[in-house]
Nanobody, 119 residues
Framework: QVQLVESGGGLVQPGGSLRLSCAAS????????MSWYREAPGKQRELVAV???????NYADSVKGRFTISRDSAKNTVYLVMNSLKPEDTAVYYC?????????????WGQGTQVTVSS
């Protein structure tokens, strides 16, 4: 079991910034990646950014150049710095961890944190 606690969401103006945090605890061995997803009303949950155990990152095209994912391995925490926020970034943001164990992948989700971009 992996427990994920997100924080940092809130209401911001268009063009503003937010920093999301996700602290992982529990069975966090064999981590392969930590990522951020988001789910807007009426839309499917989509991948926003991912950082692998090797430190490589990938971003959705819609956020590339605006969002930055990073991690603090000592704290088992992943961050998402969101700049130049747009109303279309409004969504519930979820932290996800991927574990590889015995040739199988396992995933855990946080409860989510609301990000609202509005003037």
């Amino acid at each position: 079991q992996v427990q994920l606690v997100e924080s940092g969401g809130g209401l911001v103006q268009p063009g503003g910034s937010l920093r999301l945090s996700c602290a992982a605890s529990g069975s966090i061995d064999n981590l392969r990646a930590m990522s951020w997803y988001r789910e807007a009303p009426g839309k499917q949950r989509e991948l926003v950014a991912v950082i692998t155990s090797g430190g490589s990152t990938n971003y959705a095209d819609s956020v590339k150049g605006r969002f930055t994912i990073s991690r603090d391995s000592a704290k088992n925490t992943v961050y998402l710095v969101m700049n130049s926020l747009k109303p279309e970034d409004t969504a519930v943001y979820y932290c996800n961890v991927e574990r590889l164990y015995s040739g199988r992948y396992y995933y855990s989700w946080g409860q989510g944190t609301q990000v609202t971009v509005s003037s």
